[in-house]
């Protein structure tokens, strides 16, 4: 099942291929999210049976629970516990909405500490596992809480609270003015930023550089998601780090980007881009 529910993101690579993006005014945010293919995605899941191995990895069972009706209401420890800042209420199964999280938006996003955390995903020996929905306009965060009981994953309760509480709030902060604001975005380039993407030449190997900020209109990403996003929590603790990686994923082609920002005087500066 997750064959089908491959990740999908975007290439926006080098200048001859981010201006024959522009002349057919498609943005990153509609190469990623092909709606009528997620729809259908989606249709097909409700249908198909939920082998036992789904459980192994937490991947693997959160694309079904986001996708299967059935499955959903199943894996879900009711009474919910809901906490709304601070005040804990408790929800019963003919009050829950089945929730799609990214999957209508075709695209998601990780934050990451460092390059290890890449792998976490892949540890079958992880049994709690956070997904945070982060409304940056509202800054709010909204935390699905999972855990792996008797060798299956259930959705044990959901915390809401303010951005400013998240670990990562001072950089969910910045990012919001990053992906919305383009004269700051500008200010917030590193000189020079470390570059791979693929080769223009060659639609099999990559090319690796460094931009200069001048080089950023016609190389860099457009439209990035500025509203809502997603964080998967595989474990780790985040702390006061002065790097992040900001890790862009979708659900159809197996793309992804990854933009590294660093700490420098006390500002978040980008240092990478990997396309």
Known sequence: MIACLSMMLWTT????????????????????????????????????????????????????????????????????????????????????????????????????????????????????????????????????NFDRKNGEWMLTSVNNSAMVQNNNSSFLKFYQRFATDSAFQMKSLSNPIAFTGPDPDDDFETISGDLLPEQWPDVGPTDLPGDLIYNIIYGQEYKESTQKIFLLRGIANGQELQMTFKAIGGEWKLTGLVE
């Open 13 to 144: 690579g080098c200048t001859d291929k981010k201006k024959a993006v522009a002349a057919d005014s498609t943005s990153v945010t509609d190469t990623i999210a092909d709606t009528t293919a997620v729809d259908s995605l989606e249709d097909l899941i409700d249908d198909v049976p939920v082998s036992k191995a789904v459980d192994e990895l937490f991947d693997d069972f959160f694309f079904n629970f986001a996708g299967n009706r059935k499955l959903q209401m199943k894996r879900i420890q009711f009474p919910l516990t809901v906490v709304n800042d601070g005040h804990a209420v408790k929800i019963s199964k003919s009050q829950w909405k089945m929730e799609r999280f990214f999957m209508p938006q075709g695209f998601y996003t990780l934050i990451l500490d460092n390059r290890k955390q890449l792998n976490l995903s892949k540890d079958t020996s992880i049994n709690h596992v956070v997904v945070e929905q982060i409304n940056l306009e509202e800054q709010r965060v909204k935390k699905y």
